[in-house]
C-alpha cells in the first residue's frame, strides 16, 4: 500500500466576499508534500501563502477543492493532531505565563505534559523566563515560544510560516539549523513558508512558488535552479562577432563594469552548457580573456518567475 | 473533556483584572461594604442600623435575594451588566490575541465554545453564591450589633426548604446566564470584536429588560393591543414568571389589558429553554463556518 502523501491539496481554491466583491486568493492550487521533506512555499504578500495554510489547518473552509493531510481531509476530527504550526507570527495570551500559555495550549490538545513542556522551553532558551507574562517578552522570544508550541504534541508535519522574523541573526541561523534537524534527525515533514528567498534555498528540499494565488513553479530547489538558466560573463575580442555569433544561439546582453574599458557578455545559458559557450566562441576564431560563471540565485529565479506570470498566463511546471 | 475546561479555567481566571473587576467584585465589593460598615458599627449604632436596613430581616430572602442581580427587573438591567461584559470580553478576547489559530487545530470548534460557555457561567455562579454568603454573613454580623431576630431557625426542615429554594433560583440563573453566554459570544464572534461584544449584549440585555414597556409603546404606536401578549415569550417574563410559581405557587401577576399570562410553570421554563438552547445551537452554527483570518 503506498504511504500517504503528508500534505496534498487538489483544486484548492479560495475567494473571500461574494458578488462584484470577490476576491480569489487561492486559485485551483494543487500541492504534494512528502514525508521528511522540507517543503518551501515561498511568494510575494498577498501571494496566498497563509490563506492556504490557514485552509491546510481548517481556519479558513475553501471555497473549492479539498486539502489533505496524511491522507485524510483535513475537516476529519483528529486529522490535525498530527501537525503543529506556527500561523502567521506567534500568538499567545499576553497576561499568562510563557510556562502558561503552552498549559493552556496543551490541554487544549489533551495532551498535558509538564515534561515535555520544560524540555520544550530549554530547547528554544526560554527557561529561564519560562514564568514571566508573554506581554513581557521581545518578539523573538515570542517567536520561540510559538516554535514550541508548535512542536508540543509532537507532530509529524510542521507547518512554519516565517519562523525567523523577530530573530537576531544568530537566532535565524540556529533556527535554519533547527528545522533542517526536524527533518533529517526527528523525520519530520516540514512545511516551510517565507519571504526570506535565501532561507528557503539553505533549508527546502523542494520548493513551490506561488503567484497571485496560483502556483507558478514546483520541484526541488537543486533542480530549479540547474533547470534555470544562470549567466556566464565571457570578455572576448572582436565583441562585435562574438555577439553576432552567440545571439544565434543563446540570449545575450552586453554589460560595462567601469572603470573596466571592455564590455562583457552575458550568457544567459543552463551551468551545465558553460563549457560548450567556450567551445563555441574559441571554433570560431574569437578570443577568450575572461569567463565568469554565476549561478543564478533563487531570489533572481524568484523575482524572473514572478515576473513572467505578472506580465502573462504561464503555465505550472513541474520537476 | 477535563483537560479542556481546565484550559479554559486557567485562561479566564489567570486574567486576574478582568475577572477581578467584572466577577469578583460582587462577593469582594459586598465584603468591603459589610467590613466598612462593620467597622463604623461597633463606633455608630447609626451605621450598624444602616446595615441591617439593606437587607430583609430573614437569612433565606437576603441569600436568594443576591440572584436578583441577574435576574429582577429593574436591577438586572444592571446587574446583567458585568456578567455580560465579562463573558463578551473572553469570547472577543480570542480574536483580539489571535488565538483561534491556535485553539481550532487543537480541540473540535463546537468542544472549544462549549467549555468557554460552561467555565463562564460556572465563574460567575461561584462569585453569586460567595455573594450569597457574604450577605448573610454581613447582616447577622449587623443583627449581632443592633439585636433583634436574624432568623429564621436553622432546624432540618428549614434547611431543606432553603437548600431546594436556592437550586430553584440557582437552576433558573443559570438557564438566564446561559442566555447571556449566547448573546456574548454571538455578538463576539460577529464583530470580533469586545467592543462590538459589548453594545450588542447591552443592547439586548436592555431591550430584554424593557421589553414589557417596548411592546406596550408598540402596541400603541400600530394599534395592534394583542401584542403586549409576545411578552410571555421573553426571558424577562419567563424568569419572573418561573420565579412567582417557585416562590408562590401562582403566575406573577401583570395587570395589564390584553395581556394572558403564561398557563403555568412549565410555559415559562419551556421559553427560557429555548432561548437557552436556541442561542448556543446559532452560536455553535456561526462558529463553526467562520473564516479564522486573524
Request: proline share 5%.
Given at each position: 500500500m503506498p504511504v500517504p502523501l503528508t500534505i496534498r491539496t487538489e483544486d484548492l481554491s479560495k475567494t473571500f466576499g461574494r458578488g462584484s466583491k470577490s476576491v480569489p486568493a487561492v486559485k485551483h492550487l494543487n500541492l504534494e508534500v512528502e514525508a521528511g521533506q522540507v517543503y518551501g512555499f515561498l511568494g510575494p504578500n498577498g501571494a496566498g501563502k497563509t490563506t492556504t495554510i490557514r485552509m491546510l489547518m481548517d481556519l479558513i473552509r475553501p471555497s473549492g477543492g479539498k486539502a489533505e493531510i496524511y491522507g485524510r481531509n483535513v475537516r476529519t476530527p483528529g486529522v490535525l493532531a498530527r501537525v503543529g504550526a506556527l500561523v502567521e507570527g506567534?500568538?499567545?495570551?499576553?497576561?499568562?505565563?510563557?510556562?502558561?500559555?503552552?498549559?493552556?495550549?496543551?490541554?487544549?490538545?489533551?495532551?498535558?505534559?509538564?515534561?515535555?513542556?520544560?524540555?520544550?522551553?530549554?530547547?528554544?532558551?526560554?527557561?529561564?523566563?519560562?514564568?514571566?507574562?508573554?506581554?513581557?517578552?521581545?518578539?523573538?522570544?515570542?517567536?520561540?515560544?510559538?516554535?514550541?508550541?508548535?512542536?508540543?504534541?509532537?507532530?509529524?508535519?510542521?507547518?512554519?510560516?516565517?519562523?525567523?522574523?523577530?530573530?537576531?541573526?544568530?537566532?535565524?541561523?540556529?533556527?535554519?539549523?533547527?528545522?533542517?534537524?526536524?527533518?533529517?534527525?526527528?523525520?519530520?515533514?516540514?512545511?516551510?513558508?517565507?519571504?526570506?528567498?535565501?532561507?528557503?534555498?539553505?533549508?527546502c528540499?523542494?520548493?513551490?512558488?506561488?503567484?497571485?494565488?496560483?502556483?507558478?513553479?514546483?520541484?526541488?530547489?537543486?533542480?530549479?535552479?540547474?533547470?534555470?538558466?544562470s549567466k556566464l560573463w565571457v570578455q572576448v575580442s572582436p565583441v562585435e562577432k562574438a555577439e553576432g555569433l552567440l545571439k544565434d544561439r543563446w540570449k545575450v546582453s552586453r554589460e560595462s563594469l567601469p572603470p573596466e574599458p571592455d564590455p562583457w557578455l552575458v550568457v544567459r545559458v543552463p551551468s551545465e552548457d558553460s563549457p560548450e559557450v567556450v567551445e563555441f566562441l574559441v571554433a570560431h576564431g574569437i578570443q577568450v580573456r575572461q569567463v565568469v560563471a554565476r549561478r543564478q540565485t533563487l531570489e533572481e529565479y524568484f523575482l524572473a518567475a514572478t515576473r513572467e506570470t505578472s506580465v502573462g498566463d504561464s503555465e505550472v511546471t513541474h520537476d | 473533556m477535563i483537560n479542556l475546561l481546565r484550559a479554559e479555567w486557567k485562561k479566564v481566571v489567570g486574567n486576574y483584572q478582568l475577572a477581578g473587576f467584572l466577577v469578583w467584585i460582587y462577593p469582594v465589593g459586598i465584603l468591603g461594604f459589610y467590613g466598612v460598615m462593620l467597622v463604623g458599627g461597633i463606633f455608630s449604632k447609626g451605621w450598624a442600623e444602616g446595615m441591617v436596613a439593606t437587607g430583609s430581616g430573614r437569612w433565606t430572602d437576603d441569600a436568594l435575594g443576591v440572584w436578583g442581580l441577574i435576574m429582577s427587573f429593574p436591577f438586572n438591567i444592571l446587574g446583567r451588566m458585568l456578567p455580560l461584559a465579562f463573558m463578551s470580553t473572553m469570547f472577543?478576547?480570542?480574536?483580539?490575541?489571535?488565538?483561534?489559530?491556535?485553539?481550532?487545530?487543537?480541540?473540535?470548534?463546537?468542544?472549544?465554545?462549549?467549555?468557554?460557555?460552561?467555565?463562564?457561567?460556572?465563574?460567575?455562579?461561584?462569585?453569586?453564591?460567595?455573594?450569597?454568603?457574604?450577605?448573610?454573613?454581613?447582616?447577622?454580623?449587623?443583627?449581632?450589633?443592633?439585636?433583634?431576630?436574624?432568623?429564621?431557625?436553622?432546624?432540618?426542615?428549614?434547611?431543606?426548604?432553603?437548600?431546594?429554594?436556592?437550586l430553584q433560583t440557582a437552576v433558573l440563573g443559570i438557564l438566564v446566564l446561559i442566555i447571556l453566554a449566547g448573546i456574548a459570544a454571538l455578538a463576539a464572534i460577529l464583530t470580533r470584536s469586545v467592543l462590538g461584544g459589548l453594545l450588542v449584549g447591552f443592547g439586548f440585555s436592555v431591550l430584554d429588560s424593557l421589553s414589557m414597556y417596548i411592546l406596550l409603546l408598540a402596541g400603541k404606536i400600530f394599534?395592534?393591543?394583542?401584542?403586549?401578549?409576545?411578552?410571555?415569550?421573553?426571558?424577562?417574563?419567563?424568569?419572573?414568571?418561573?420565579?412567582?410559581?417557585?416562590?408562590?405557587?401562582?403566575?406573577?401577576?401583570?395587570?395589564?389589558?390584553?395581556?394572558?399570562?403564561?398557563?403555568?410553570?412549565?410555559?415559562?421554563?419551556?421559553?427560557?429553554?429555548?432561548?437557552?438552547?436556541?442561542?448556543?445551537?446559532?452560536?455553535?452554527?456561526?462558529?463553526?463556518?467562520?473564516?479564522?483570518?486573524?
Open positions: 506567534p500568538a499567545f495570551y499576553g497576561y499568562l505565563s510563557g510556562w502558561n500559555n503552552l498549559e493552556v495550549l496543551a490541554r487544549t490538545a489533551n495532551g498535558y505534559n509538564p515534561g515535555r513542556i520544560q524540555a520544550l522551553l530549554e530547547q528554544v532558551g526560554l527557561a529561564a523566563r519560562a514564568r514571566q507574562p508573554v506581554g513581557s517578552y521581545s518578539l523573538g522570544m515570542k517567536q520561540r515560544l510559538g516554535i514550541a508550541a508548535a512542536l508540543l504534541g509532537d507532530p509529524d508535519l510542521v507547518i512554519l510560516d516565517e519562523p525567523t522574523n523577530g530573530l537576531d541573526p544568530a537566532g535565524i541561523q540556529e533556527m535554519r539549523g533547527f528545522i533542517r534537524s526536524l527533518a533529517k534527525d526527528r523525520d519530520k515533514t516540514v512545511f516551510l513558508s517565507s519571504h526570506l528567498l535565501n532561507e528557503v534555498e539553505q533549508v528540499d523542494r520548493v513551490a512558488i506561488i503567484h497571485k494565488g496560483e502556483m507558478i513553479r514546483e520541484g526541488p530547489v537543486a533542480g530549479l535552479l540547474a533547470e534555470s538558466s | 472577543a478576547s480570542e480574536y483580539e490575541w489571535g488565538m483561534w489559530k491556535n485553539l481550532i487545530p487543537r480541540n473540535r470548534r463546537a468542544a472549544l465554545i462549549l467549555a468557554k460557555i460552561t467555565v463562564l457561567i460556572t465563574l460567575i455562579v461561584l462569585a453569586l453564591v460567595a455573594t450569597s454568603l457574604v450577605t448573610v454573613a454581613g447582616q447577622w454580623l449587623g443583627r449581632r450589633l443592633v439585636g433583634g431576630e436574624y432568623g429564621p431557625g436553622v432546624t432540618g426542615s428549614v434547611a431543606i426548604s432553603f437548600i431546594a429554594r436556592y394599534s395592534v393591543p394583542g401584542i403586549i401578549n409576545l411578552y410571555r415569550f421573553t426571558p424577562a417574563y419567563s424568569v419572573d414568571n418561573s420565579q412567582s410559581w417557585f416562590n408562590t405557587g401562582t403566575p406573577i401577576p401583570i395587570p395589564l389589558e390584553n395581556f394572558s399570562a403564561a398557563p403555568d410553570l412549565a410555559f415559562s421554563l419551556m421559553v427560557l429553554l429555548i432561548w437557552a438552547a436556541g442561542l448556543t445551537a446559532l452560536v455553535l452554527a456561526v462558529f463553526q463556518r467562520q473564516d479564522i483570518t486573524s
